[in-house]
């Protein structure tokens, strides 16, 4: 019997009596007065537990007393160190599409958090973008990596989400930081958005620093500076999430938007460095399951916009809710790609070498 089951790490952002906007406003200090700096103060002295069962199985795995199992094919794991949207499903679709044009059988494999029956909204995403590799969802990643190898043939895999699920041995860990929120500044969860501590860090094979158009050139290079310093050996690239393939023209249009992701905010900014005035933005959880009120309503909001406004989502939320119009209006699902601004050869080189070595 293990004291720290895998599951120990928070995979979402449990709120009582909140709503998630309300609670990442206490967490960053947007909220001020007695009540919220009380708020994150009890905050502040329960991340302790998770910080002590992070700490404590992390260590056990690297001293040896629990092992990791080994598939026989290299293993490639696209992760980060924070709850939220940090563009994983975009680098996890990048890496996939690099092995597959080297040849080789790919295979995507995940934990499937937020499905209720069958793929999960990444899932659908990635079918839709790779719809000749495999993806297999399940608890036990070993269970299905070896399902992969041995039914499906396959010779590589990535593990989407998997840093923090060590039980998989890996050959090579992306870890993914989003620019908008700095790890410096942040805390271990409940009080930040943390998983594990910064210092987890040391395992990642390589760094990438994503939505670096989002965020001032300065900040950039700060950021970069505070990793490098931390972590000198490990490589450092910048990325962006940009759309591919865009449905339409979104330049000088009126728009209204919704989604269901980790970091909205950073949707929005995407349309409106399309070009669009975003007028209307309604935001629900990351991985959200649509229901029929929520269509519904979101019939009453379109019908409620302005005569000439767009409605424009994502393609994460497309593909669950497959609707093709609101309210007599088309609805424009945006997708979005990863694109490296610097450090790309190194990513490529650590892919190539993950693949080499075994």
Not at 182 to 208: C, N, Q, T
Not at 297 to 307: G, H, I, M, Q
Request: net charge neutral; with cysteine.
């Amino acid at each position: 019997m293990t004291p720290f089951p895998a599951n120990c790490y928070p995979s979402a952002v449990p709120v009582p009596g909140s709503t998630a906007e309300e609670f990442h406003a206490i967490i960053r200090g947007d909220r001020r007065g007695f009540g919220a700096a009380l708020a994150r103060a009890g905050l502040w002295w329960a991340r302790l537990p998770v910080g002590f069962a992070a700490g404590a199985r992390n260590r056990a795995y690297d001293r040896g007393f629990w092992k990791a199992a080994r598939v026989p094919v290299p293993v490639v794991c696209v992760g980060n160190l924070t709850l939220g949207g940090t563009g994983k499903t975009p680098c996890v679709e990048y890496v996939a599409r690099f092995y597959r044009d080297l040849g080789r059988q790919v295979a995507i494999l995940s934990r499937g958090y937020g499905a209720k029956a069958g793929p999960n909204d990444e899932a659908m995403v990635l079918e839709e973008n790779l719809p000749d590799v495999p993806h297999l969802q399940g608890r036990d990643r070993v269970a299905i990596a070896m399902t992969a190898v041995e039914e499906l043939e396959s010779d590589v895999l990535v593990l989407d989400d998997g840093f923090q699920h060590r039980r998989l041995a890996r050959d090579l860990d992306i870890v993914l930081v989003d620019a908008t929120r700095p790890l410096d500044r942040e805390y271990l969860f409940p009080r930040g958005l943390l998983r594990e501590p910064v210092s987890s860090l040391k395992r990642a094979g390589a760094i990438v620093l994503t939505r670096v158009d989002q965020v001032d050139e300065a900040l950039v290079a700060k950021q970069t500076a505070w990793l490098s310093e931390r972590f000198p050996t490990t490589p450092i690239a910048t990325a962006i999430h940009a759309p591919v393939e865009l449905p339409t023209d979104f330049r000088g249009t009126v728009v209204g938007a919704f989604c269901g992701l980790g970091n909205p905010k950073a949707f929005r900014r995407t349309l409106t460095d399309l070009g669009a005035e975003v007028r209307e933005f309604r935001t629900y959880p990351d991985h959200h399951n649509y229901t029929r009120a929520d269509v519904d309503e979101l019939r009453e909001w379109a019908a409620k916009l302005p005569a000439d406004a767009m409605i424009a989502t994502t393609q994460k939320d497309q593909v669950k809710l497959r609707l093709t119009e609101l309210a007599g209006r088309a609805v424009w699902a945006v997708r979005i790609g990863m694109q490296f601004q610097t450090g790309e050869a190194d990513i490529r080189a650590k892919l190539s070498a993950a693949i080499g070595e075994r």
